[in-house]
């Protein structure tokens, strides 16, 4: 199993990024995909997620309106869109799958001008 994040780097306040999460290993199609976040010192927590055929969606408090997920099952990616991002952004962020617990290595988001 492999869950492989992209798309992070380095952004002003009020910029945008797309992430991505490429899986392979299990049938992705299956499965309910999440983003997690981790900022310096804190807990990791959830962002947001998705179902598996796309048609259902949450998110946390702090993100909605601002970020959405999505996902094109036909290409084992699930994507999170960020907008209107602030320097309260700034972490790793991870893709979950959480019925089976598969964590990716995370990808670097900082928001900075």
């Known amino acids: 199993v492999q869950l492989v994040e992209s798309g992070g780097g380095l952004v002003q306040p009020g910029g945008s990024l797309r992430l991505s999460c490429a899986a392979s290993?299990?049938?992705?199609?299956?499965?309910?995909m999440s983003w997690y976040r981790q900022a310096p010192g804190k807990e990791r927590e959830f962002v947001a997620r998705i179902n598996n055929v796309g048609s259902i969606t949450n998110y946390a408090d702090s993100v909605r309106g601002r970020f959405t997920i999505s996902r094109v099952n036909a290409e084992n990616t699930v994507y999170l869109q960020m907008n209107s991002l602030g320097p309260e952004d700034t972490a790793v962020y991870y893709c979950?799958?959480?019925?089976?617990?598969?964590w990716g290595q995370g990808t670097q988001v900082t928001v900075s001008s």
């Open positions: 979950y799958v959480p019925m089976r617990g598969y």
């Open positions: 290993g299990f049938t992705f199609s299956s499965y309910t």
